[in-house]
């Protein structure tokens, strides 16, 4: 399966962005559909999940609330609505699949800036 991200770019404090994620394959079978995220100096952090059977999506602490995982599993398609954003936010988004039998596969990335 290959992933790539799009719709990152410059957005203000308080905008709006929605980022998309094409999987080249069926993601209809993926145990887990996932963004993460990473700044320039830290860790990659875990952002949202959408796992098959689970009854709602997970979120991390800083983004819960805020931010909005959805799958259209017709389409490959992951989305990521993110929503009061925050200069903390500015990070390159990753998306990521896990298969049944735990492969995981990412994609490139693609940079989100909150700045004024």
């Known amino acids: 399966v290959q992933l790539v991200e799009s719709g990152g770019g410059l957005v203000q404090p308080g905008g709006s962005l929605r980022l998309s994620c094409a999987a080249f394959g069926s993601i209809f079978s993926m145990k887990a559909m996932s963004w993460y995220r990473q700044a320039p100096g830290k860790e990659r952090e875990f952002v949202a999940s959408?796992?098959?059977?689970?009854?709602?999506?997970s979120y991390g602490d800083s983004v819960r609330g805020r931010f909005t995982i959805s799958r259209d599993n017709a389409k490959n398609m992951v989305y990521l609505q993110m929503n009061s954003l925050e200069s903390e936010d500015t990070a390159v988004y990753y998306c990521?699949?896990?298969?049944?039998?735990?492969?995981?596969?990412w994609g490139q990335g693609t940079q989100v800036t909150v700045s004024s």
């Open positions: 990521k699949a896990i298969t049944g039998t735990w492969v995981e596969y």
């Open positions: 959408s796992v098959s059977g689970a009854r709602r999506p």
